[in-house]
């Protein structure tokens, strides 16, 4: 992307602006990438992430093993107090007591500030996993979006990650935790060696069963967080469409599919527990047996006199040290395998590269005189329907140009093309001679403006709506915009003026109303080139009549082309091509086409039926 564009998105980061000019942010955005290299682990591709934050990470594992440690010498000066306080009277057991206490407070200590940066870690961790994959979802191109449903991408970006989040960071403590155990080992080797590799008879095994768990843990969870994702998928259709829902009366019917994807998931959880029922208490009880085998030999031992009171317990209790990380290693390996399917469905998302990037060598498109050349362009959607074939016009610099025909015939593709939404399969589309295809993508988009058939509007004010691609705009210019599409009238009319919060996508306003704004938006950017695709289709005739007197004035200033159909809206233009089978078939004045090309009299004949119906 252009520079200007990297320098935009790092004043919102820095809290310099705002898109919606709302509240600004604080986060400064994720530190590192995750790699590239598919060849590598999913944990190693996840690590620069991680390693981005090393210097909390550190201090908790830091802390969290210092803690450990306090807690491994408590056993031992138990095991020294009671065989010379207790037993042999060598010693004081109040200084015993003060250094057991001073331990242990020192234990607890340094754990709280060990858990504090844990969890300061972890949210930072998966703050950047979060960023990273939204900033990937504003680079990947429109054909991305149009096979890829909406809960699916909702669902990797929360129950996917927070999986990915939890094992990287609760892993290695778990790890610490390991590796206190070989120090509590080591002492009960020093207490007695005997012992100690008795207590050790049951590792094999759990290291069999370990291996056996991970193995069976991996497709449920990888069919858990895909099934999850489908719940969301219908959760966000039934949000976004619930005016569609209750207008046929399905909300029963929707129910039911709702409650049969839940199903599909709890199938998957209870598959899940059964799995987790059947190994974990292989994982968390062997080690008692070897508990047991301890206390049946030490025993004897402690009986015969070959082990003292205090080593013996000392002994049990670094066993049962011992046994907290065998007890979460059940845990950790059914995280470990969520987190595995969780982080390759984040991957799929994160490998997939945008179809419309910016060449090696673009430009930006800086003086626009506004002349357009398509020449001889194709066009074929990623599902195989062909829509352009060969379509070939030209536009003049300040030219106002309307784009009739039939349904489906290629207008609003042609403004998608515009503007890079998609690339031409063939041909070039040119402004001022430069291929759209040399010329930077924002450049592009900050001189090419679209007014689409279905605007949308953020749930913000009204004024911040407008202001969308002008943050910094000011009030005077807002109204100005506003005035210019007839918008103005209605919105001082609203209890808070330019500052009411419009709904969700803006539904508390009705279809003309957000057409309305949607084209004061567009024209607050003032661009060279502007495209109005189907822009006043909501729109009254007596409105749309206002709207095209205050824009007479504004588009001789720019190129237009507008996409249309009512006869209203192509008396703007000074030129009409008429469009059929993805081709340009006739181009001249309305008056010209309706008395010399029956199938452009027929479609407009089509097209005020359609209205009046």
């Not at 972890?122 to 703050?127: D, F, G, I, S, T």
């Not at 619930?242 to 929707?254: D, G, I, L």
């Not at 009030?475 to 609203?494: G, S």
Request: contains cysteine; aromatic residues 8%.
């Amino acid at each position: 992307m252009s520079s200007s564009l990297s320098e935009r998105a790092t004043q919102v980061r820095e809290g310099e602006a705002n898109p919606l000019g709302g509240v600004t942010s604080k986060y400064p955005g994720p530190r590192a990438q995750i790699s590239t290299n598919r060849n590598l682990s999913w944990w190693r591709r996840i690590l620069p992430v991680i390693e981005s934050h090393r210097l909390t990470f550190f201090v908790a594992i830091g802390l969290s093993f210092v803690s450990l440690v306090f807690q491994v010498l408590i056993p031992n000066m138990l095991s020294s107090d009671i065989d010379n306080t207790l037993i042999k009277h060598v010693t004081s057991l109040h200084s015993d007591v003060v250094a057991v206490v001073i331990v242990g407070l020192l234990a607890g200590l340094t754990g709280i500030i060990s858990r504090q940066y844990v969890y300061y870690t972890a949210y930072n961790v998966e703050a950047d996993l979060r960023s990273l994959i939204y900033e990937h979802l504003t680079w990947l191109s429109f054909s991305f979006y149009d096979r890829v449903q909406s809960g699916q991408l909702i669902s990797r970006a929360n129950s996917d990650i927070r999986s990915v989040q939890m094992y990287s960071t609760f892993a290695p403590l778990i790890i610490v935790q390991c590796f206190i155990g070989v120090i509590a080992f080591g002492f009960m080797l020093y207490i007695s060696w005997i012992l100690a590799l008795i207590a050790m008879v049951v590792m094999p095994i759990l290291y069999f069963v370990g291996i056996r768990m991970r193995r069976v843990m991996f497709p449920i969870s990888w069919i858990t967080q895909a099934r999850l994702a489908d719940v969301a998928t219908i959760v966000d259709e039934n949000v976004n469409g619930v005016r569609v829902v209750k207008s046929f009366a399905q909300e029963e019917a929707e129910v039911n599919r709702l409650a049969d994807d839940a199903e599909r998931v709890a199938w998957a959880y209870i598959k899940d527990a059964n799995i987790r029922a059947v190994w974990s208490p292989w994982v968390q009880n062997l080690p008692q047996l070897g508990l047991a085998l301890v206390l049946l030999f030490g025993g004897w031992m402690v009986l015969q006199g070959k082990l003292q009171y205090g080593e013996i317990l000392a002994f049990n209790a670094y066993l049962l040290m011992l046994q907290a990380p065998f007890m979460m290693l059940g845990q950790l390996v059914m995280m470990g395998q969520r987190a595995k399917a969780s982080a390759e469905r984040i991957f799929e998302i994160l490998d997939e590269k945008p179809d419309v990037v910016d060449r090696p060598g673009a430009f930006d498109l800086d003086v626009v005189a506004g002349a357009i050349d398509f020449n001889h362009v194709q066009f074929t959607y990623a599902n195989g329907a062909e829509i352009l074939t060969d379509f070939d016009a030209h536009i003049a610099p300040g030219e106002t140009v309307a784009i009739v025909g039939r349904t489906g015939s290629g207008k609003s593709t042609v403004a998608r093309l515009m503007t890079r939404f998609y690339d031409v399969s063939n041909g070039a589309i040119t402004i001022d001679s430069h291929d759209l295809r040399d010329v930077t993508l924002h450049s592009l988009r900050e001189n090419v403006g679209v007014v689409l058939d279905e605007p949308f509007l953020f749930s913000v004010s009204i004024r911040e709506n407008i202001a969308y691609g002008r943050p910094d705009a000011s009030l005077e210019e807002v109204e100005a915009a506003a005035r210019a599409a007839n918008a103005d009238e209605f919105i001082v009319r609203l209890p808070e003026g330019y500052d009411t919060i419009v709904g969700e996508r803006g539904y508390t306003l009705s279809g003309g109303q957000r057409q309305r704004i949607a084209i004061a938006r567009t024209l607050l950017l003032n661009p060279p080139i502007l495209i109005l695709d189907d822009a006043t289709s909501a729109i009254d005739v007596h409105v749309e009549s206002g709207i095209y007197e205050a824009l007479r004035g504004l588009l001789t200033q720019r190129t237009t082309i507008v996409i249309a159909h009512r006869i209203s809206t192509i008396a703007l233009a000074s030129r009409v091509l008429l469009l059929e089978n993805g081709r340009v078939v006739a181009s001249g004045t309305h008056d010209e086409l309706l008395a010399n090309v029956p199938l452009y009299s027929q479609i407009l004949a089509q097209a005020t039926t359609g209205e009046q119906a």
